[in-house]
């Protein structure tokens, strides 16, 4: 799906349409925000391709009040605590989540026309 929607307006469209914001945001809610490794970094990665460059689903986002569905992904991502490289005694938990779909998805906030 990622592929699909990295660069076609037509699929964007097709997908965000069909409540995929929805769809994703609970994934993510699911799977434990930031804690839910690949799948919730797909999640988003996905999300940021629907609005990339499209103002129509930029719009929809608005629109259907996902802004404040980022808002618990952002806070547990900030609040996550980092284990300590020292302690070899206490097992870290892996964590396959960067910070990367977060930054692209600020991006694309950020590049939203407001057309209010």
Do not use: W
Request: hydrophobic share 40%; glycine share 4%.
């Amino acid at each position: 799906m990622k592929e699909l929607t990295a660069n076609n307006q037509e699929i964007q469209k097709l997908v965000a349409f069909h409540n995929a914001f929805k769809a994703l945001f609970d994934i993510i809610e699911a799977e434990g925000y930031t804690d839910g490794g690949i799948v919730v970094h797909d999640c988003l990665q996905l999300i940021t391709n629907l609005m990339r460059n499209n103002i129509s689903n930029q719009n929809y986002f608005r629109e259907t009040n996902c802004i404040p569905r980022l808002v618990p992904v952002l806070l547990h991502h900030i609040a996550r605590p980092t284990p300590l490289a020292d302690d070899s005694d206490s097992p870290a938990p892996v964590r396959y989540f960067s910070n990367t779909p977060l930054i692209l998805l600020e991006y694309s906030l950020m590049s939203m026309q407001d057309y209010g």
